[in-house]
């Protein structure tokens, strides 16, 4: 299975959902793809100060 670091919480990678019911429909988290966008995920790596280390 490849790995993936940004599987939606709300279906758990699936990109649909099932009440209670049985009913299938889109997870409007993920719009059905099953991944979270990876905003955040760049947004961390952009904070890591490498400058302190350039200069050592
Ligand atoms: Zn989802």
Redesign the pocket.
Known sequence: MPKRDNI????????I?SDDEGWQYQ??????????SSKETEARVMNVDENNRLLD
């Open positions: 939606c919480r709300a279906c758990e990678g699936a990109g959902l997870c409007s988290v993920c719009h059905g793809d099953g991944l979270h």
